[in-house]
């Protein structure tokens, strides 16, 4: 498996739009897409920070996913209201996955 941990900044006042986002990324997501798990989180010592864990099949598939020409209508959708809502650029991690365990 492998995952992305992408954070990003809010703007002050516009936590509405956070879920706003998420809907639209949810809309545009395609069967087969690799997508494993999406986790949203908010910082709890920075009420403005965000932090989204994006976990994938494989590298291969999440790069698929990336260029899938389905999800470039509904993204761009997306990427408008996160232009309205992020404070900055967002920042992405790229991991490997060495280990998981589910309860």
Do not use: C
Not at 42 to 56: A, E, G, P
Request: cysteine-free; proline content about 4%.
């Amino acid at each position: 498996m492998w995952a992305q941990l992408i954070t990003m900044r809010l703007k002050p006042g516009r936590e509405a739009g956070l879920q706003k986002m998420l809907e639209q990324l949810r809309a545009a997501e395609q069967p087969g897409s690799g997508l494993v798990r999406q986790t949203a989180m908010q910082d709890q010592n920075d009420s403005s920070r965000y932090y989204m864990l994006v976990l994938f099949e494989s590298e291969e598939k999440a790069r698929e996913r990336e260029n899938d020409p389905r999800r470039q209508e509904g993204l761009k959708t997306m990427r408008a209201t996160m232009m309205e809502i992020i404070d900055g650029a967002p920042e992405f991690v790229n991991l490997t996955v060495v280990d998981e365990t589910s309860h």
